[in-house]
Nanobody
Framework: QLQLVESGGGLVQPGGSLRLSCAAS????????IGWFRQAPGKEREGVSC????????TYADPVKGRFTISRDNAKNTVYLQMNSLKPEDSAVYYC???????????????????????WGKGTQVTVSS
């Protein structure tokens, strides 16, 4: 079982920033594609950003392009999501995920893979409100 732990969520005012972290527990992230997803109340989970195993390829959902940046530090076994210019509509529980058979970041972020192929963290709440 691939275990991931998210952190860094919280309450922030519109226009503010947060950095989320996704740390691997018990395995090395180095060879895995990693994705950030979010789910707001009453809505389906959606892909936010995904990154290739070596970090050279990234993809972003249209609503976050230009505001969010995904990165990874394999030496620290951690993937980050820097979120700037936050909006109330960014409020959601944010999850990171990976999968041993996941190779395409686009398919991962589009959630084209079957749900049983994803290993999810427990999530971290992000609330953007004045």
């Amino acid at each position: 079982q691939l275990q991931l732990v998210e952190s860094g969520g919280g309450l922030v005012q519109p226009g503010g920033s947060l950095r989320l972290s996704c740390a691997a527990s018990g395995f090395s992230l180095e060879n895995y594609v990693i994705g950030w997803f979010r789910q707001a109340p009453g809505k389906e989970r959606e892909g936010v950003s995904c990154i290739s195993s070596r970090g050279g390829i990234t993809t972003y959902a249209d609503p976050v392009k230009g505001r969010f940046t995904i990165s990874r530090d394999n030496a620290k076994n951690t993937v980050y999501l820097q979120m700037n210019s936050l909006k109330p509509e960014d409020s959601a529980v944010y999850y990171c995920a990976t999968g041993s058979k996941i190779t395409s970041i686009r398919m991962m972020c589009d959630m084209t893979y079957g749900n049983d192929m994803y290993s999810w963290g427990k999530g971290t709440q992000v609330t953007v409100s004045s």
